[in-house]
């Protein structure tokens, strides 16, 4: 989905979690505060060195803006419905199991893959038909990128990702030909790219392309 726009500020936020012992060390570090004076005429203990408990996915926010405006009939109503769609839970990989539609935001340099977190819309200006003209959305995305595959358990080797980039004229039916040999494996694409509608590609999208499903006998 192109953006009418480029979004004004992007922020990417990572953060990690730290755990003191449990137990204070009359062999760590006195605090900071300590080096002002003593308190009581003893030097307070300090507590050992951090350990690492998780890391937390990264989360991606910007605000972008849908402006149909001055277009003649223009309409955002596809880009809108959309990223609310990308909200929702696909259908179920395995019983009890749902896989959230991943989304690729791709400026530039700069990819980042993950499913919508938080999506805020806010209706800024409407047609006289009552239809939406400009809507300003902000959307925190967080980090959830795809498994990277091995070519067997023994070796470790990772298998190379390809990137397909979507020139006019081109489904997801005639890209999973070209890829495949097969036009019947677009569902392979449109999961691995988020994608819920396979005839409403827009031209300069970049696919990821998984690895081909036939070649271990599976689709």
Same mark, same amino acid.
């Given at each position: 989905?192109?953006?009418?726009?480029?979004?004004?500020?992007?922020?990417?936020?990572?953060?990690?979690? +730290?755990?003191?012992?449990?137990?204070?060390?009359?062999?760590?570090?006195?605090?900071?505060?300590?080096?002002?004076?003593? !308190?009581?005429?003893?030097?307070?203990?300090?507590?050992?060195?951090?350990?690492? =408990?998780?890391? @937390?996915?990264?989360?991606?926010?910007?605000?972008? +803006?849908?402006?149909?405006?001055?277009?003649?009939?223009?309409? !955002?109503?596809?880009? !809108?419905?959309?990223?609310?769609? +990308?909200?929702?839970? =696909?259908?179920?990989?395995?019983?009890?199991? $749902?896989?959230?539609?991943?989304? /690729?935001?791709? +400026?530039?340099?700069?990819?980042?893959? *993950?499913? !919508?977190?938080?999506? =805020?819309?806010?209706?800024?200006?409407?047609?006289?038909?009552?239809?939406?003209?400009?809507?300003?959305? $902000?959307?925190?995305?967080?980090?959830?990128?795809?498994?990277?595959?091995?070519?067997?358990?023994?070796?470790?080797?990772? /298998?190379?990702?390809?990137?397909?980039?979507?020139?006019?004229?081109? =489904?997801?039916?005639?890209?999973?030909?070209?890829?495949?040999?097969?036009? *019947?494996?677009?569902?392979?694409?449109?999961?691995?790219?988020?994608?819920?509608?396979?005839?409403?590609?827009?031209?300069?999208?970049?696919?990821?392309?998984?690895?081909?499903? @036939?070649?271990?006998?599976? @689709?």
């Amino acid at each position: 989905m192109p953006f009418g726009l480029n979004p004004t500020s992007i922020s990417i936020t990572r953060g990690s979690s +730290w755990k003191a012992p449990s137990s204070r060390s009359p062999g760590a570090p006195s605090p900071a505060s300590a080096v002002a004076g003593l !308190i009581l005429g003893s030097v307070p203990v300090g507590h050992g060195q951090l350990q690492f =408990t998780q890391s @937390q996915a990264a989360v991606l926010s910007m605000v972008v +803006w849908f402006d149909a405006t001055f277009e003649e009939n223009g309409t !955002i109503d596809f880009e !809108i419905n959309q990223l609310q769609n +990308w909200t929702c839970p =696909t259908e179920p990989v395995s019983p009890g199991l $749902n896989s959230p539609p991943r989304v /690729s935001f791709i +400026w530039r340099s700069l990819e980042f893959v *993950g499913v !919508i977190s938080r999506l =805020t819309l806010k209706y800024k200006k409407f047609g006289l038909d009552g239809l939406p003209l400009r809507v300003e959305a $902000n959307i925190s995305i967080t980090e959830n990128p795809f498994p990277v595959p091995f070519t067997n358990p023994t070796s470790g080797g990772i /298998s190379g990702r390809r990137v397909h980039v979507v020139s006019a004229g081109d =489904t997801l039916h005639s890209v999973s030909y070209a890829e495949y040999g097969s036009p *019947g494996l677009w569902r392979v694409l449109a999961e691995a790219n988020g994608i819920d509608d396979p005839l409403r590609v827009a031209p300069g999208t970049t696919l990821l392309i998984p690895p081909d499903p @036939q070649a271990d006998g599976t @689709q």
